[in-house]
């Protein structure tokens, strides 16, 4: 691509207050007023600070700027400029919301996060938002490190994280996430909680199962819920908060001799091919052909604690791939074991590709740290909480805003959809009495981001 004009001179002047940049808040924000996030917030969070008044228009003005791209405090400013004030009233100074967020104690963080299970109940009420959760709703924990530097943040302290395969300590904060999914559905957060770094990765982590099992049901999820997690939360506590809550769980477990007697215990005719990278499907005899198998038989694990529990442990066994040295060949196979104890009634095939699945918990961390936790900003821990949760208000309302544009940017990236439909530059113009967009001709989501316009300004539907 090249300049048309070729050699000749241009000029830049910042003069037109009837340009914004990201005219894709406007459906956005239709749709967060819609379900009254300012309303949930406000109705949740109790100021006690003057600098906490109106919770809930700070709230909205913090997603909203998050929506845009804004991944520190300073970046909220991105919400005033051009036309953005005929737009949208409650556009705050990015200093007033610091001072916002400053005013958080960890209580009033406990409070917001009750309010963002409000919205995520009121998204899903109102948008198509979880499809499929009447049969089956996935509910998945995990934990990341956030590396921040400097000695300032509280909470800040050494703890493990993986770089590029290795295992390293970084000093940051540690966010335990739980998040909604189902078979047709890309996933939502559920629940939230901040942790200091140091933190053990399944610190918290049967309160807040706990929480998003709740939150999925005034969801909407009135099929299974089934709770995954990797070995960090196969743990007493978290397996029996999934059982009074009347959810199913699969749970990776830590190796134990216990453990891999049983694993060795199984019977060689027992284990089954599995579909794995690399396997090849054999049209003779139904199978498939594959260094990865599976097999299960039944453990009790707990035994010596009052969370003891029996259930299915399924075992997935794949061949090691490291190269023997020339000479040195194995004379027999080495296999991996990963093992996962679950009450999942499906046949163990299946039952091993369901808690794989798991690992979509990673893509929702990939749009968090890609988003508005890049960062987080404050040096005090409870407004870091509180960021914390703001971001997985605003991964939800987005996550809304695609899925009513259309099936193309139901599961998309989070930053797809800002690129695509929020970020989009507009012109703003009054025609008879009527403020109109002006956007960009031959805009290729166009017919996209009309559909979502169109549905987040649609009149709300009617109660029975």
């Avoid at 300073?74 to 919301?97: C, E, I, K, N, Q």
């Avoid at 399944?202 to 909407?220: E, F």
């Avoid at 046949?347 to 740290?369: N, Y």
Wanted: charged letters at 20%; one cysteine or more.
């Amino acid at each position: 691509m090249r300049l048309s004009h070729g050699s000749r001179a241009v000029d830049a002047v910042f003069d037109e207050s009837n340009l914004v940049s990201c005219a894709g808040l406007v459906p956005v924000m239709r749709l967060a007023e819609r379900v009254d996030l300012a309303g949930v917030v406000a109705r949740r969070v109790r100021p006690d600070l003057s600098t906490g008044a109106n919770p809930g228009g700070k709230a909205a003005a913090i997603v909203a700027g998050m929506a845009a791209g804004a991944d520190s405090i300073d970046d909220l400013d991105l919400l005033r400029h051009g036309g953005m004030g005929r737009l949208f009233t409650g556009v705050y100074a990015p200093s007033t919301l610091g001072s916002f967020l400053r005013f958080f104690t960890w209580g009033h963080s406990l409070q917001l996060e009750a309010a963002a299970r409000d919205l995520l109940t009121a998204l899903a009420a109102a948008t198509p938002l979880l499809p499929g959760a009447g049969q089956v709703t996935y509910v998945d924990v995990d934990s990341l490190l956030r590396r921040v530097y400097g000695h300032a943040k509280q909470g800040a302290a050494f703890g493990h994280a993986k770089v590029g395969g290795y295992s390293v300590r970084l000093r940051g904060l540690s966010p335990l996430v739980a998040t909604l999914a189902t078979p047709q559905a890309a996933p939502v957060i559920a629940a939230t909680r901040l942790r200091g770094g140091n933190a053990a990765s399944g610190r918290a982590a049967a309160s807040l199962v706990r929480q998003a099992i709740g939150c999925a049901r005034a969801a909407g999820a009135r099929g299974t819920i089934l709770v995954r997690g990797d070995s960090a939360f196969g743990n007493g506590p978290v397996v029996s908060a999934c059982r009074q809550a009347a959810a199913r769980f699969s749970f990776t477990l830590q190796s134990n001799p216990k453990l891999a007697a049983a694993i060795a215990a199984i019977d060689e005719q027992s284990w089954t091919p599995v579909r794995y990278p690399g396997a090849v499907f054999d049209d003779d005899t139904g199978a498939w052909i594959s260094d990865a198998e599976v097999a299960e038989t039944t453990y009790t694990a707990f035994e010596t604690t009052r969370h003891k529990v029996t259930a299915r442990l399924i075992v997935r066994r794949v061949r090691e791939k490291n190269p023997a040295p020339a000479g040195q060949e194995e004379l027999f196979p080495i296999w991996r074991y990963h093992a996962f104890l679950t009450d999942n009634d499906e046949p163990v095939v299946d039952a091993d590709l369901t808690h794989r699945g798991h690992a979509i918990v990673e893509q929702v961390f990939a749009d968090l740290i890609d988003g508005p936790l890049a960062h987080l900003p404050s040096g005090r821990f409870a407004a870091n909480a509180a960021w914390l949760t703001l971001a997985a208000m605003t991964h939800n309302l987005t996550r809304a805003a695609g899925v009513l544009a259309g099936a193309v940017f139901a599961k998309a990236r989070a930053a797809t959809l800002r690129r695509k439909l929020i970020t989009i530059p507009a012109r703003l113009a009054h025609r008879a009495r009527r403020l109109v967009l002006h956007l960009p001709a031959h805009w290729p989501w166009q017919d996209d981001w009309q559909h979502l316009f169109t549905a987040a300004h649609a009149p709300p539907p009617t109660r029975p």
